[in-house]
């Protein structure tokens, strides 16, 4: 698992991963820009306080200020999920950019559709979105947040990856016999990108070091017989 970690770490340099980096973060700012100003404007267009004599418009001003500020740091945190759901779209690039660097030797991976990658993205994104969204009932309690919020999301995040570049590779009965006798290396390297997650800035680039860190546990661990490709 650490020489997986220092390996994806480098392949943060090639250009493919960069090009990819750059794309979907200018996706994720402009999605999170469009609804802060979507949600914000519906805020201010919306009565929520009413006419309350001396009080009214002055209490409608505050509410709005404060929606708007609340919707923007939710936009700030669900932004790393934005990220994961439009970097799904490149997992074949990315997966290609590492193997083309370290695994020259094996077949070619079965090429998933357009779609296969939008619906993975998608899934991906949208169970981080709701699954943090529910830990946010503990944000006041920092220690359980902090825990349970890494014990989680290493689960998910373990899972998702390893499916991202498993099902490239193996069948679904291959990939969930693999994941239960690799579950222990699994989770731990999804803990490990869990806590990198919920480092402000550093987890921009969690979708694409996550998927390289996992296709390097992936091919180091894997039976050899497994290696021919799934059609």
Same mark, same amino acid.
């Given at each position: 698992?650490?020489?997986?970690?220092?390996?994806?770490?480098? *392949? +943060?340099?090639?250009?493919?991963?960069?090009?990819?980096?750059?794309?979907?973060?200018? =996706? /994720? =700012?402009?999605?999170?820009?469009?609804?802060?100003?979507?949600?914000?404007?519906? +805020?201010? /267009?919306?009565? %929520?306080?009413? *006419?309350?004599?001396? &009080?009214?418009?002055?209490?409608?001003?505050?509410? *709005?200020?404060?929606?708007?500020?609340?919707?923007?740091? +939710?936009?700030? #945190?669900?932004?790393?999920?934005? +990220?994961?759901? $439009?970097?799904?779209?490149? @997992?074949?690039?990315?997966?290609?950019?590492?193997?083309?660097?370290? $695994?020259?030797?094996?077949?070619?991976?079965?090429?998933? /559709?357009?779609?296969?990658?939008?619906?993975?993205? !998608?899934?991906?994104?949208?169970? %981080?979105? &709701?699954?943090?969204?529910? %830990? !946010?009932?503990?944000?006041?309690?920092?220690?359980? $947040?902090?825990?349970?919020?890494?014990?989680?999301?290493?689960? #998910? %995040?373990?899972?998702?990856?390893?499916?991202? &570049?498993?099902?490239?590779?193996?069948?679904?009965?291959?990939?969930?016999? $693999?994941?239960?006798?690799?579950?222990?290396? @699994?989770?731990?390297?999804? !803990?490990?990108?869990?806590?990198?997650?919920?480092?402000?800035?550093?987890? =921009?680039?969690?979708?694409?070091?996550?998927?390289?860190?996992?296709?390097? @546990?992936?091919?180091?661990?894997?039976?050899?017989? /497994?290696?021919?490709?799934?059609?």
């Amino acid at each position: 698992m650490i020489s997986a970690f220092f390996k994806a770490l480098s *392949d +943060l340099g090639d250009p493919r991963m960069r090009s990819v980096l750059w794309q979907s973060i200018g =996706l /994720s =700012l402009v999605t999170a820009i469009l609804l802060w100003s979507g949600l914000t404007w519906l +805020l201010s /267009s919306t009565e %929520l306080i009413g *006419d309350v004599p001396f &009080v009214g418009g002055w209490l409608e001003t505050a509410v *709005d200020w404060l929606g708007s500020i609340a919707v923007f740091a +939710l936009v700030i #945190l669900l932004l790393p999920a934005f +990220l994961g759901i $439009y970097a799904g779209f490149y @997992i074949e690039t990315i997966c290609r950019a590492v193997e083309a660097r370290h $695994y020259p030797h094996l077949a070619t991976a079965r090429n998933q /559709s357009i779609m296969e990658a939008v619906v993975t993205g !998608l899934k991906f994104g949208v169970l %981080l979105i &709701v699954f943090n969204l529910f %830990l !946010l009932i503990f944000i006041f309690f920092p220690p359980i $947040y902090f825990v349970l919020g890494w014990v989680v999301n290493g689960h #998910l %995040l373990g899972r998702e990856y390893l499916e991202m &570049v498993g099902f490239r590779r193996m069948s679904p009965r291959q990939l969930h016999g $693999y994941r239960h006798k690799k579950r222990g290396p @699994i989770f731990m390297s999804g !803990l490990m990108l869990a806590v990198i997650a919920s480092i402000p800035v550093v987890n =921009l680039i969690l979708p694409l070091f996550g998927t390289a860190m996992m296709l390097h @546990i992936f091919e180091e661990t894997r039976e050899l017989e /497994s290696v021919n490709i799934i059609v």
